[in-house]
C-alpha cells in the first residue's frame, strides 16, 4: 500500500513540475511576441508632389528626374497644362503643390493681378524667344505693312517688343520695358502690322503671318528647332530664367527641396545640354 501512495505522488509530482515548465514557456512566447509589436518601424510613406507643367520642355525635364525623386521618397505626379493661368491658379488653391512653366516677370505681373503671393524657389532653365517665319529668310525681307503676330499676355508681349526693338525692326517709348505694349511704339519705319495672339496659339497662326514672336515651348511642340529655324532669337544670357514655383506655405517642405535638388542638379543640367542642343540653356 506504501510503495502504490509513494508512485501515485511521484506521478502527481511530474505532472505539476511539466505544467510549470508549459506555462513559463508560453510566458515566454508571449512576451517576445509582444517585443516585436512594439519595435517602432522603420520605413517612411512616400511624398506625393503634384505639378503643373507645360509639356515641352518642362514636363521632360520633370520626367527625367523622377527617378532620382523616387529614390528620395518622393513621387512625382505631373499635370500638364497647356495655358498660363490655370496652373498658378491652382497652385494658390492647393490643387497644385507647385507648378514649372513661367519666368519672374510673368509670376510678379500675375501676382500683382491676381493679389496672389506665389514665389520662385529655383531658376531652372533660360528659354531664348524667337522670331519665326514660313514666308521670309531675313528681316530684310520683310515688306511694309507685313503682319507681325506677338503674344497677347502683358510679359511676354513686351518681350517680344524689346526683341523687335533690339533688331531694329520698331523703336519703344523710352522706359517701357518689359510690359510695353504696342501702343508703346513711336517709331515703326516698315509700318509692321501687330496682332496679338495666345501664346499657345502662334505656331498655328505661322502660316497667316509674316512673322511671329513664339516662346520656345510652343515653338519646340511645333517642332521647330530655334537655334536653326528662328530668324532671330535672344541671347543666351536672358534674364527670363523659367522657375519652379511654389505657394509661401509649402517653399521649405522637405519634398519641394529635394525637388529643387533634382531640377538643379548636374544630371539635369546635362540633360537639358543635349536633349535641347542650345535652345534651352540652364540657369543654375
Known amino acids: 500500500m506504501k510503495k502504490w501512495s509513494f508512485a501515485v505522488l511521484t506521478l502527481a509530482l511530474l505532472l505539476l513540475l511539466a505544467a510549470c515548465g508549459n506555462n513559463t514557456t508560453t510566458t515566454n512566447t ?3 511576441g509582444s517585443t516585436d509589436t ?12 503634384k505639378v503643373g507643367a507645360s509639356p515641352v520642355p ?3 525635364i520633370l520626367e527625367h528626374i523622377k527617378p532620382a525623386l523616387e529614390k528620395e521618397g ?3 505626379e505631373i499635370v500638364e497644362f497647356t495655358d498660363y493661368i490655370l496652373p498658378n491658379t491652382q497652385l494658390n488653391e492647393k490643387e497644385l503643390d507647385a507648378n514649372f512653366f513661367q519666368h519672374q516677370p510673368y509670376l510678379d505681373d500675375q501676382n500683382s493681378k491676381q493679389g496672389t503671393d506665389l514665389v520662385g524657389v529655383a531658376k531652372v532653365h533660360v528659354e531664348p524667344f524667337g522670331a519665326y517665319s514660313q514666308k521670309v529668310k531675313s528681316v530684310d525681307e520683310l515688306q511694309d505693312g507685313a503682319k507681325v503676330a506677338i503674344p497677347n499676355d502683358p510679359t511676354n508681349g513686351g518681350r517680344a517688343l524689346l526683341l523687335l526693338e533690339k533688331e531694329g ?5 523710352e522706359g517701357a520695358g518689359i510690359t510695353a505694349t504696342v501702343g508703346d511704339i513711336e517709331e515703326n519705319k516698315k509700318n509692321l502690322e501687330f496682332i496679338e495672339i495666345e501664346a499657345a496659339a502662334l505656331p498655328r497662326q505661322l502660316g ?5 514672336l513664339i516662346n520656345t515651348n510652343y515653338a519646340l511642340e511645333a517642332g521647330l528647332v530655334p537655334t536653326k529655324d528662328a530668324l532671330f532669337i535672344e541671347d543666351a544670357d536672358s534674364p527670363y530664367a523659367n522657375l519652379l514655383v511654389t505657394r509661401q506655405d509649402n517653399k521649405d517642405s ?10 538643379n542638379s548636374d544630371d539635369t543640367k546635362k540633360f537639358i545640354e543635349e536633349k535641347y542642343e542650345g535652345a534651352i540653356v540652364p540657369a543654375f
Open 254 to 263: 522637405d519634398a519641394i527641396k529635394k525637388l529643387v535638388a533634382a531640377l
Open 74 to 76: 518622393v513621387n512625382l
Open 38 to 49: 512594439e519595435a517602432p518601424a522603420t520605413s517612411t510613406e512616400p511624398v506625393t508632389l
Open 208 to 212: 497667316e503671318v509674316d512673322l511671329a
Open 169 to 173: 525692326l520698331i523703336k519703344l517709348k
Open 58 to 60: 518642362h514636363a521632360e
Open 30 to 32: 508571449a512576451t517576445t
